[in-house]
C-alpha cells in the first residue's frame, strides 16, 4: 500500500545540514531577547529592587492603560468599518475599502506630528476655527493625544482581517437567523461576532503589540510609557533602562500568551462559503454609518497629508519669496530616500533567504526543530523595536570583537531589521514551501536532477509568488521603522523616517513635510501593491 502526500512528507526526514541551518537561524532570532536577560542578570546598578519598581510602576502603568485603550478601541472601530463595508448597503463601499486601509503608509510618528502641528494652537485647524470667532482650542497632548493618533493609524490591522473573513462569510448563517426572528443586532452578535472573532482577536493583538513598543508616537506627544523611558534613560542609567527593557518584554509576552489562551475559548470559525452576499440595508442609520467612515478618512488619511503638503508649499514658498531658506537641499533628500529604499530591499532578501531553511524544515519535513526554530521567530515580533535596537546597540558598544568589527555598519542594522520583522516572512515562506507538489520533486529526482538543480528548477518558480509577498511586507515595515534606524544605523547612513523624526523634533517643520511627503509617497505605492490590490481581489 503507498502512502499518501501528506504521509511521505510527513516521514521524510530532514537533511542534517538543513537542521544545523535552523538551529543556527534560530539562535541567532533569539540572541536579541537572550543579551537583554543577561545584562539584566548581570547588571549591578547600586538601585534596590524596591528603588527599581518605583521608577517603573508610572511607565509600567501607562503603557498598560494606553494598550488597552488602543486595543479596544480599534477593535471596536476596525470591526465595525469592516461590516459596514462589507455587509451593508453604505453609499461608495467600494471606494471607502480602498482608502480605509491607507492609514497604514503613515509612521505613527508624522501622523502624530501632523496631528500635533494640525489641531494644536497655532496649527491649521486652530488658523481656520480662529476665523469663525473661536480662538481656544485643546492642547493635543499626554494619553488622549497617544490614544487618538495610535487608534487611527492602527485600526486597519483590525479592519483588513474582519473584512476578509465577512467577505467570506456565507449569507445562509445571517438569513437562517433572520428568518427564525432575529433582529439585526441579535444576529451580528449569535452569528457575525462569533464567526469573526478569531479575526478580531489576531488584528487586536497586533495592535495591543504597537502601542506596547511605539515609540514616536508618544515621544512627540510627551506620554511617558516603558519605550520613552528606556529611550530617556539609555545613556545616562543604563542599568535602569535595562530593568525597564526587561519589564517591556515580559508585558509583551504576556500578551501574546493571554491571546493565544482566548483564542482557544473562541469558537473554531465555519469554512468560508462563496456565491451570493448578504447585503443588509442601513435604514435610518445610513448617515450615522457614511459620517463616521467619512471623518475616520479625513482624521486618518485626509488630515496627515494636507498637513504635510501645507507644510512643504508654505516652506518653499516661503524660500521663493525671500524669507527663510530651507535647511534641505536636493542631497538631503534623495540620499535618505536612496537609504530607505536599498536597506529595505536588502533587509527583505536577506530575511527571506534566513527564513527559508526553516519554512523548508516546517512545511515539507514538519521537523520539531524547524517548528521550535519558527517559534522563536514568530515571537520576536512581539518584541519592540526599540528593545532590538537597545540590545544591538549596547552588544556593539562592550563586546571587543563587535565593537572592533560590527559597530556602526549596515550588517548589524540590517540584522537588526530582520530579526524585527522576520516574522512577517516565514509565514508566507511555509505557505510557498508546502505549495510545491511532491510529485514534481519525485519525478526531477528520477530525472537525475540534483538537489541545487531541483531547487531551482522545481521549487523557486512556484514558490516566487509567496516569497515576494513576504518580501514585500519585510521591506514595508522596514522602511517606516524608527527606533532601529535611530540607535542602530550608521552615523552617516541617514534614513527617511531618522532624517523625518529629527526635523520634528527640532521645529524644522517644512523640512520634515517634504521628506515625510516623499516616505509616504513610497509606502501608499507599496501598500496598495501589496495590501489594498490583493484584498480588493478577493472580492
Given amino acids: 500500500m503507498g502512502f499518501s502526500t501528506t504521509d511521505r512528507r510527513v516521514r521524510q526526514r530532514a537533511p542534517w545540514a538543513l537542521k544545523t541551518i535552523g538551529t543556527v537561524v534560530g539562535l541567532l532570532f533569539a540572541f536579541p531577547a537572550a543579551y537583554l536577560i543577561w545584562r539584566n542578570v548581570t547588571t549591578d546598578g547600586g538601585e534596590t529592587f524596591t528603588d527599581v519598581v518605583d521608577r517603573t510602576r508610572g511607565p509600567l502603568w501607562r503603557t498598560i492603560r494606553l494598550a488597552i485603550l488602543v486595543g479596544a478601541s480599534t477593535a471596536v472601530l476596525g470591526t465595525l468599518l469592516a461590516w459596514l463595508t462589507t455587509r451593508t448597503d453604505l453609499p461608495g463601499r467600494r471606494l471607502w475599502r480602498v482608502l480605509l486601509p491607507l492609514p497604514l503608509v503613515y509612521p505613527t510618528f508624522v501622523g502624530a506630528a501632523a496631528f500635533i502641528r494640525t489641531l494644536n494652537p497655532g496649527g491649521l485647524v486652530a488658523d481656520l476655527v480662529a476665523r469663525i470667532g473661536i480662538h481656544d482650542t485643546p492642547e493635543l497632548r499626554g494619553l488622549f493625544g497617544a490614544w487618538l493618533v495610535l487608534t487611527l493609524f492602527t485600526y486597519p490591522y483590525v479592519y483588513l482581517p474582519v473584512a476578509a473573513r465577512l467577505r467570506g462569510l456565507p449569507a445562509s448563517l445571517e438569513e437562517n437567523a433572520r428568518l427564525l426572528g432575529s433582529s439585526t443586532w441579535s444576529t451580528f452578535r449569535r452569528i457575525v461576532l462569533p464567526q469573526t472573532a478569531s479575526a478580531i ?13 511605539d515609540f514616536g508616537a508618544v515621544q512627540l506627544m510627551r506620554y511617558d510609557t516603558l519605550t520613552r523611558a528606556v529611550w530617556t534613560t539609555r545613556l545616562n542609567n543604563q542599568p535602569l533602562s535595562f530593568a525597564l527593557a526587561a519589564i517591556l518584554l515580559v508585558l509583551a509576552v504576556a500578551v501574546v500568551v493571554a491571546q ?33 467612515t467619512f471623518v475616520v478618512v479625513v482624521l486618518g488619511l485626509a488630515v496627515p497629508a494636507a498637513s504635510l503638503a501645507d507644510w512643504a508649499i508654505s516652506g518653499i514658498r516661503r524660500e521663493a519669496t525671500g524669507g527663510r531658506e530651507l535647511f534641505i537641499s536636493a542631497d538631503d533628500l534623495l540620499r535618505p530616500a536612496w537609504n530607505t529604499a536599498w536597506i529595505s530591499v536588502v533587509t ?33 515580533f512581539a518584541m519592540p523595536g526599540l528593545l532590538i535596537a537597545l540590545s544591538m546597540f549596547f552588544w556593539t558598544l562592550r563586546n571587543p570583537w563587535a565593537a572592533e568589527h560590527l559597530r556602526g555598519s549596515v550588517v548589524v542594522l540590517v540584522f537588526a531589521y530582520m530579526v524585527r520583522f522576520g516574522a512577517q516572512a516565514v509565514g508566507a515562506a511555509t505557505v510557498a514551501v508546502a505549495a510545491v507538489p511532491p510529485r514534481l520533486q519525485d519525478a526531477s529526482r528520477i530525472l537525475g536532477a540534483g538537489k541545487i538543480r531541483r531547487f531551482a528548477t522545481v521549487d523557486l ?66 501598500t496598495w501593491l501589496l495590501v489594498v490590490r490583493r484584498a480588493d481581489h478577493l472580492d
Fill in 348 to 380: 527583505a532578501l536577506v530575511a527571506i533567504v534566513f527564513v527559508l531553511p526553516i519554512a523548508y524544515l516546517v512545511g515539507r519535513y514538519r521537523s520539531r526543530l524547524g517548528s521550535m526554530a519558527n517559534a522563536v521567530i514568530t515571537a520576536t
Fill in 201 to 213: 482577536s489576531t488584528g487586536t493583538l497586533l495592535v495591543v503589540l504597537y502601542a506596547i513598543s
Fill in 260 to 292: 493565544r489562551v482566548m483564542s482557544r475559548r473562541l469558537a473554531e470559525p465555519g469554512r468560508a462559503g462563496s456565491g451570493r452576499k448578504l447585503i443588509l440595508p442601513l435604514g435610518r442609520w445610513r448617515p450615522a454609518a457614511l459620517a463616521t
Fill in 461 to 526: 518558480p512556484i514558490m516566487t509568488p509567496g516569497l515576494l509577498a513576504g518580501a514585500g511586507l519585510v521591506l514595508l515595515s522596514t522602511m517606516k521603522e524608527l527606533p532601529i534606524s535611530l540607535l542602530v544605523a550608521p552615523f552617516d547612513f541617514p534614513t527617511l523616517s531618522t532624517k523625518i523624526f529629527l526635523s520634528f523634533e527640532d521645529a524644522f517643520v517644512a523640512e520634515a513635510g517634504i521628506l515625510a511627503l516623499v516616505l509616504v509617497g513610497i509606502s501608499a505605492i507599496l
